[in-house]
């Protein structure tokens, strides 16, 4: 009772002290404004205006008297939140100055006739720190101790500089109240009744230092028990919060518990924290980082637990090491659980890999890549589609299988079912297969994986940390396939040059009328009354008469001479991914006829025959697969076939001759750059003749008895290349 009454007196004190020191504040306010107003009459007047004020920032209210009654006024910022509303009639401004100050805590500092209004700040008053009452005797090591709810800090302090020992004491102790009288006590028993008296636990270690901890967990977080399985000081736990927002930690674990870690760094950083099993069974572990966040040391620290089970379980009698030591006191029949975590909305869950709260279901969405792996298009035999062709080409056959040498062709090649909906991703189509089969086992594993190809995402189930591991793997694989334009310029050259002369002569099975041509090449051929015609103009010299032929003689006169000169170009553009090949085909299709011979019977054999008609291509085909490499640059895997018809048939039904010409190369080049392939050369050189023998060999005269073909042509193929990188 006599307590209450002194505390409301102190408080009265304080109060009325209080106001004393605000009213002489205001007063001295208000006498320097009118020691100021003898100099600056602006001060004694009136407002010139009646304001009505609402809702308006204290500033901007200062600033507009200023400028109406000139004066020299400066504001600080840190009033600039303040808003009045107020309605201001027939006062003075040095009036309206002192109401401000007093109704919103305002001070005016004055230099000359230059007013600056800021923020009041109250005087600090300072506060001595209570004398604590020690005294201690070297020569007798006797101690004397007069405490009254002194806090522990400045208690131990005072000890210690006193008598020259060490005190050590836990964490969040400094503020524990101590309250003890004695006068001329042992030192030791001194400490030992300090700590019964204040509910301390208390021992001496072996180099000399006394060590108090708590015994008892306080209301006040102040006073948090800081101690570990009865072991003061925990050697085996030191760590440092460097940043309890972002949560990073220096961390120095030697053979520490994983349920001991947790629950001291849950309370240092002030985390939710959910145990859906005890974390006694989650084993030790050895851990040293600097700067290192606490998820990240979680992902660790578990990790280790995982593996470490994992090798208990199948090794029971083999020597684990100190990391992997965890559960070795569990015996090897029982089986070993896999502890794990998770965050959600910032809670921290703890407990089993097999506990629905420790599991997550999470739709990862590829962003730039496709959750199937594309395959090329099917490779074609020689470059040529013929394949294709046979392959979509079913023959009919009846009777028995007797084909006379023709096999039946059923194939279905080209109808291979493409079973995209397999969740067995270890048994892939030769077309496509699922991304995930890339994926290491060591990501995949605890984790059930399905595939959406319509939303190109994966849905993944399994632990928290299985899934960041494998979201974190997929943003790392999950980037922008770069796309690569082929420009391709196909020049084909051909040249030919013939020249073909002679003259030739023969009897006819009947008269022949002389017709060809002269101009611009002379192909002519001349019958029996021309050649008599010009036979008789020779009759002139003298008795030497030549005589007629006879009306069935003809003379053919040839001389002919034929250039060519011919340039095909054809530039198609190909966009591929990179790693994926490109295919361009040009061709030219024709027919043979396959004919099958079918017996029915056997005493009297009928013969049926079946007549087929099948393609067979010629074309240019251009084949390019793209390897875009880290800098840059560009890999192109090039095959290159060429293929004509010779016009010649080794029977009127067989298949037409075939030419080709392939090259197959790999070059690595520059973006952009322009790569030439050429080399396909076709040279063709025939100089053949007939005639009369030893005169085909005398000048001038061989040109009367003989004929002459010469025939030179050339064809070449050219390519270029030029590969354009686009991401």
């Known amino acids: 009772m006599k307590n209450q009454r002194l505390l409301y007196i102190i408080f009265l004190l304080v109060f009325f002290n209080t106001i004393a020191q605000e009213s002489n504040r205001i007063q001295t306010i208000k006498n320097n404004l009118e020691l100021l107003a003898m100099e600056n009459s602006e001060l004694n007047e009136r407002l010139k205006l009646e304001i009505n004020v609402n809702n308006v920032t204290l500033p901007s209210f200062l600033v507009a008297v200023s400028k109406v009654h000139n004066l020299n006024l400066t504001v600080a910022p840190d009033i600039g939140n303040i808003s009045i509303v107020n309605n201001f009639s027939d006062v003075t401004v040095a009036d309206l100055f002192v109401f401000l100050c007093k109704e919103y805590e305002l001070d005016i500092e004055f230099t000359g006739n230059i007013l600056s209004i800021k923020k009041y700040t109250p005087p600090i008053i300072e506060i001595k720190d209570k004398e604590i009452h020690i005294d201690y005797d070297h020569n007798s090591k006797l101690i004397s101790l007069d405490l009254k709810n002194d806090p522990l800090e400045k208690v131990f302090r005072q000890i210690m500089d006193s008598t020259g020992e060490n005190l050590l004491f836990s964490n969040n102790m400094e503020s524990i109240p101590l309250n003890l009288y004695m006068i001329n006590v042992p030192f030791e028993k001194a400490m030992e009744n300090l700590a019964d008296m204040n509910n301390l636990s208390y021992s001496k270690s072996r180099d000399g230092f006394y060590l108090f901890s708590s015994l008892i967990n306080l209301k006040n977080e102040d006073y948090h028990k800081n101690q570990l399985d009865g072991n003061f000081g925990r050697p085996n736990l030191n760590y440092e919060v460097l940043d309890t927002i972002n949560k990073i930690l220096n961390v120095d674990f030697i053979n520490a518990p994983i349920a001991s870690i947790i629950k001291e760094l849950s309370y240092d950083l002030k985390l939710d924290v959910y145990t859906a099993t005890s974390l006694e069974h989650a084993g030790f572990v050895t851990f040293n980082a600097k700067n290192i966040l606490f998820d990240d040391m979680l992902n660790h620290i578990f990790e280790s637990q995982e593996k470490s089970g994992n090798q208990i379980s199948s090794n029971p009698s083999g020597n684990q090491n100190i990391r992997q030591n965890n559960q070795n006191q569990i015996s090897p029949e029982i089986p070993i659980p896999n502890f794990t975590f998770k965050k959600e909305n ?68 080209n109808l291979r079912s493409l079973n995209t909906q397999s969740q067995e991703f270890d048994i892939y189509q030769d077309n496509a297969e699922a991304i995930v089969s890339i994926i290491p086992d060591e990501i995949k594993s605890g984790l059930e994986i399905k595939v959406d190809y319509e939303l190109n995402s994966f849905f993944v189930s399994g632990p928290s940390t299985k899934i960041n591991g494998f979201k974190k793997f997929i943003n790392e694989i999950d980037k922008p396939v770069p796309v690569v334009l082929i420009e391709v310029m196909i020049i084909e050259v051909k040249k030919s040059a013939t020249v073909e002369t002679g003259i030739s002569w023969g009897i006819g099975d009947a008269t022949v009328t002389t017709q060809g041509k002269i101009f611009p090449e002379t192909d002519i051929t001349l019958g029996a ?99 875009v490499s880290g800098n840059g640059q560009v890999t192109l895997d090039i095959n290159v076939v060429q293929s004509d018809f010779s016009g010649e048939r080794i029977e009127n039904d067989a298949p037409p001759g075939l030419t080709s010409r392939e090259f197959s190369s790999i070059i690595r080049m520059q973006n952009q750059d322009l790569a030439i392939l050429g080399g396909l050369e076709e040279k063709i050189k025939n100089d053949s003749g007939n005639g009369v023998p030893f005169l085909a060999r005398i000048p001038v005269i061989k040109w009367l008895f003989s004929q002459r073909k010469r025939e030179d042509s050339k064809q070449k193929l050219t390519i270029l290349i030029k590969p354009t990188v686009i991401y």
């Open 529 to 627: 009354k021309t050649i008599n015609k010009i036979i008789g103009g020779f009759d002139g010299f003298g008795s030497f008469n030549i005589g007629q032929v006879v009306p069935d003689f003809f003379a053919s006169i040839k001389a002919m001479e034929e250039n060519g000169n011919l340039k095909i170009r054809s530039t198609p553009k190909l966009s591929t991914l990179n790693g994926h090949r490109a295919k361009l085909s040009i061709g030219e299709t024709t027919y043979y006829v396959v004919t099958n011979q079918n017996y029915f019977g056997s005493q009297i054999p009928t013969t049926s025959e079946v007549r087929n008609y099948q393609p067979i291509d010629a074309e240019l085909a251009i084949s390019i697969k793209p390897l």
């Open 346 to 413: 910032e809670i921290y869950f703890f407990g089993t890999t097999d506990q629905l709260s420790l599991r997550n279901v999470e739709i990862v969405q590829m962003m730039h890549r496709s959750v199937e792996l594309l395959s090329d298009p099917k490779q074609q035999s020689n470059g040529s589609s013929m394949s294709n062709r046979f392959n979509n080409f079913n023959s009919t056959y009846y009777g028995n299988n007797t084909n006379n040498g023709f096999s039946s062709n059923q194939s279905n090649s």
